[in-house]
């Protein structure tokens, strides 16, 4: 893994995800550059881990998320996300409607 260099910003080098408007994870990515109130950032793939592309983000959007130090730090909130998800899809289809009672006397 490249080492960035150290600067007086200090999300420089921190991994972060990003969420779509249903909550889901959209983007993994590390901050590697900051060009005045937005952030230049590494995208890596879902299918490999590889890096995929670089994006830039708005600092104000950058400053809403969760930062992690490393990427094994991204890895299990990514895990710990994914499980949680498929705790509350197993839940809501395993709910049991009441049966209908319609007797009319």
């Known amino acids: 893994m490249q080492k960035l260099k150290s600067t007086s910003d200090g999300l420089i080098g921190l991994w972060c995800h990003t969420f779509d408007d249903d909550g889901d994870i959209e983007w993994q990515f590390q901050i590697i550059r900051r060009s005045h109130d937005a952030y230049v950032c590494r995208l890596y793939s879902w299918e490999n881990g590889r890096p995929a ?29 994914l499980l949680e998800k498929n705790q509350q899809q197993a839940t809501s289809h395993n709910v049991v409607p009441f049966p209908s009672y319609d007797h009319v006397s």
Do not use: M, T
């Open 53 to 81: 592309d670089c994006v830039v983000i708005p600092r104000k959007k950058i400053l809403g998320l969760r930062f992690y130090e490393s990427s094994q730090g991204l890895n299990v909130a990514l895990d710990k996300y």
